[in-house]
């Protein structure tokens, strides 16, 4: 529903004074608000002018529901943004911290529960003005799900003032800690392999002695079952982890891409996949 | 007697087959299933007809993105019409999201102009186990020979977005219309794309 404003600057001054209170602005109420808190937020006080801006989408959830991974998993969609930016602005895509495995027999979704900060890192143009402001508006469609799912979109709005110094604004933390779950290269000395046997993928992992298990979560969908186990079996000099392929994967893949987490720090990996027999993948039979 | 007490069960029964899931180029598992109307329907009595199974949820976002466009009512007119059997499938537990009792499902299709060759009521969720379903929704083809050939989304954009369906790849039709032409199936199997089926626990 749109209100038609009689008097213009009425209009314009209210709703120049909701943005002075809120300077995130939802112009768009969801079924499922009561749920979910979505904010577009920056990591400093200011865009300084040659020094790139950080955004980020903050979800705040209420306990028992949750928001999804760039893979789904089982069920569910991967927020998105549709950005509009000052002339001259340009988003990167989404950094994705590494989701936890959300489970309801016998499904299991890569998500988010409690919080999470997608952040976008944004290029700024040279010949910004200090003491000018830069208006933001990001477009957010999302899905979120406890038993049930509700869809929501949001139009967020974030006006930033141009200075020549930053200051840490209330959610840098946020940004912060955020980082530490964004995947990392494998490090120097780490040696991850892929094989294909019979119904599983096994991936190597040749990165010494691990506490606790890793876990797989895999970039591609349908490549998977995301609700089997893991299985880890121990290796000289690491361990083997056991990935069963999904029903739906009817043809060989030649590589695997995905985030590993090993003791709470998340690895990009992307290597290709050796054929056990030589011959091609195995069928296996299940009776 | 038997009759009254057979619909008031609604029953899905499972009949052959213990394993969890299909694969797509193999036997379809049969089943037994009990619709709206109290009408018993086992898969393999249609042999000789394509069947589509499409699990149902009439509150999940999804299901109603291609219900009140009318999409999915396009899809059971134009598929039936050519001879196909099309299974509504609606796997949702009692107290769970989109549980209906058979009554209620009679009024849904009603109002909703649904016209699905029966709507089998998989309370238990036999069915869906079965078949692996686990979303809403999610879509399978069965052949004249028995065999799946389908498996997957209803179509190429997962989202709740009633105004992606013009541009979506629909899966379903683009199976159908390959298998009776006497050509192979391009797209098999895809991501189903939904809300979660809400099986018992």
Redesign the interface.
């Known amino acids: 529903m749109r209100h038609r404003c009689v008097i213009r600057s009425v209009c314009h001054f209210l709703v120049g004074a909701a943005w002075l209170l809120l300077p995130t602005t939802s112009l768009a109420e969801n079924p499922g608000d009561e749920h979910v808190k979505v904010e577009l937020v920056s990591e400093n006080e200011a865009i300084v002018p040659h020094h790139q801006l950080r955004l980020g989408i903050r979800f705040d959830l209420q306990e028992g529901w949750h928001a999804y991974w760039l893979n789904p998993g ?4 991967p927020p998105r943004i549709e950005w509009r930016l000052p002339a001259g602005f340009q988003a990167n895509s989404i950094q994705w911290p590494y989701p936890t495995r959300v489970s ?4 299991v ?1 890569y998500g988010y529960e409690h919080q999470v900060l997608l952040s976008v890192v944004i290029r700024t143009p040279s010949g910004l003005k200090e003491g000018t402001t830069e208006k933001v508006i990001a477009n957010v ?1 999302y ?1 979120i ?1 406890r ?5 929501g979109q949001k139009q967020l709005v974030l006006e930033l003032p141009v200075k020549d110094h930053g200051t840490a604004s209330s959610n840098a933390l946020l940004f912060e800690s955020t980082r530490r779950q964004l995947p990392k290269p494998i490090p120097e000395g780490w040696k991850i392999s892929a094989t294909s046997t019979g119904d599983e993928f096994r991936l190597r992992l040749r990165i010494g002695k691990v506490i606790g298990s890793p876990q797989f979560f895999p970039l591609e ?2 490549q998977i079952e995301n609700a089997a186990p893991q299985n880890v079996t121990a290796t000289p000099g690491g361990l083997d982890l056991h990935l069963k392929k999904s ?4 043809k060989s893949i030649s590589r695997i891409k995905g985030v590993i987490v090993v003791a709470g720090t998340a690895y990009l990996v992307d290597v290709p996949i050796l054929q056990s027999s030589g011959r091609g993948p195995v069928q296996s039979k ?2 | 007697m038997k009759r009254i007490l057979l619909s008031s069960l609604a029953v899905a029964t499972v009949l052959a087959g213990l394993s969890y899931g299909q694969k797509v180029g193999e036997l379809a598992p049969d089943f037994k299933a009990t619709d709206s109307n109290g009408q018993m329907h086992q898969l393999s009595e249609y042999r000789g007809k394509y069947v589509v199974l499409e699990w149902h949820n009439n509150g999940c976002p999804y299901t109603r993105k291609h219900y009140e466009s009318g999409n999915m009512q396009r899809l059971q007119k134009e598929w039936t019409s050519r001879g196909v059997i099309w299974f509504t499938v609606i796997s949702s537990a009692p107290g769970q999201q989109g549980y209906v009792t058979a009554q209620q499902e009679n009024e849904y299709l009603k109002r909703m102009n649904a016209v699905p060759t029966a709507a089998l009521l998989d309370r238990q969720g036999d069915v869906g186990r079965l078949y692996a379903a686990k979303t809403t929704p999610h879509m399978f083809i069965i052949n004249p020979d028995g065999v799946l050939i389908y498996d997957g989304a209803i179509d190429s954009k997962a989202t709740t977005d009633q105004s992606d369906i013009a541009t979506a790849a629909n899966y379903v039709s683009q199976a159908l219309g390959e298998a009776m032409a006497g050509k192979p199936v391009s797209a098999p199997t895809s991501r189903p794309y939904g809300c979660s089926v809400k099986y018992t626990h």
């Open positions: 089982d069920s569910g969609e309801t027999p016998p499904f979704d469609h899905l799900c038993e049930v799912c509700i869809p969908p349908e029903s739906h994967l009817l299940h009776n």
